[in-house]
């Protein structure tokens, strides 16, 4: 009989916890405050929508890699000038950059990667070490130094800047033969843009630059420009169309659904402007429930 009570309590909780389960769900969505609250919406609807916004996402299937005619432009480019590469994020200017490296590396010469970011920085440093080898790739960070005379060093721009100007205090060369600036819009940047100039002005026209950059307008301007700084031609390769991988945004909402961010048309979403216009009804509006006046 005791077994048997045990068990009757034991189903009573268990539908206890689902009905607190459910309590709670439909609480976090009567906690959100008003302006969150999106519009009704049917199951189907939703399940539609969620499945549409997910669709295409995942791994695709494996295939033999083949370059893009761009790439194989910069490369043969690199032979003779320094490259501006304009194409945008996915789309595989890293692979010009790496490839480069690994001919310099089998042909016993010496290579730069810069990037703007500590966290850019380590993962490229994760990826080339794993690509040639950790034998062969250095970092030097503010935070990092490791492995500072290998053939390949991976590292923030004002390092590579500093060690141009310790260069020029010391009249010893920098060991590089090519110099990859990735993010090399950040040039554009009010407060950092000056330690991209004086890397570019400072490099001596031995050492081959690589440009890469995903969101550079005036390329063609940009290039001039560093053709009359270094005196060394520079070329502009660029990728047409539109990124390979393709940006999907969405909202995920107290009600644990994901709104799209934009509708069909590419227009903004109706329930998100709905909802902005509710919060801004929430602000005019205080606790008495009278609008403010201005």
């Not at 969620?50 to 490369?75: H, N, S, V, W, Y």
């Not at 440009?211 to 301007?221: F, K, M, Q, R």
């Not at 940009?222 to 047409?240: L, S």
């Amino acid at each position: 009989m005791r077994r048997g009570h045990d068990k009757g309590t034991r189903d009573k909780t268990r539908r206890g916890d689902r009905r607190k389960g459910k309590r709670t769900n439909a609480a976090l969505h009567q906690s959100a405050p008003e302006s969150l609250r999106p519009a009704p919406l049917g199951l189907a609807a939703q399940t539609r929508e969620a499945r549409k916004l997910l669709e295409g996402i995942g791994t695709p299937p494996a295939a033999p890699f083949k370059p893009d005619p761009f790439q194989l432009e910069a490369l043969a480019a690199l032979e003779f000038a320094d490259v501006l590469v304009t194409a945008p994020t996915g789309s595989g200017k890293t692979w010009i950059a790496r490839e480069e490296i690994r001919r310099l590396i089998g042909a016993a010469k010496r290579a730069w990667y810069t990037s703007p970011l500590k966290a850019l920085t380590n993962s490229k440093y994760q990826e080339f070490s794993a690509e040639f080898g950790a034998e062969r790739v250095g970092i030097l960070t503010g935070d990092r130094k490791e492995n500072p005379d290998a053939p390949l060093i991976v590292g923030t721009t004002e390092i590579y800047r500093n060690q141009l100007f310790d260069s020029l205090r010391s009249g010893h060369d920098v060991r590089a033969d090519l110099v990859v600036l990735d993010e090399a819009h950040y040039l554009a940047d009010e407060d950092r843009g000056h330690v991209w100039e004086e890397a570019i002005i400072l490099s001596p026209p031995r050492i081959r630059l690589l440009l890469l950059s995903a969101t550079i307008g005036n390329a063609d301007e940009f290039a001039r420009w560093i053709e009359e700084v270094r005196g060394v031609r520079c070329g502009v390769v660029t990728r047409p169309g539109d990124r390979p991988v393709p940006l999907k945004a969405a909202l995920l909402l107290p009600d644990q659904r994901l709104l799209p961010l934009l509708n069909d048309t590419g227009r903004l979403n109706p329930e998100i402007v709905a909802m902005g216009d509710r919060a801004r009804e929430e602000r005019l509006t205080p606790l008495g429930g009278h609008r403010r006046r201005f």
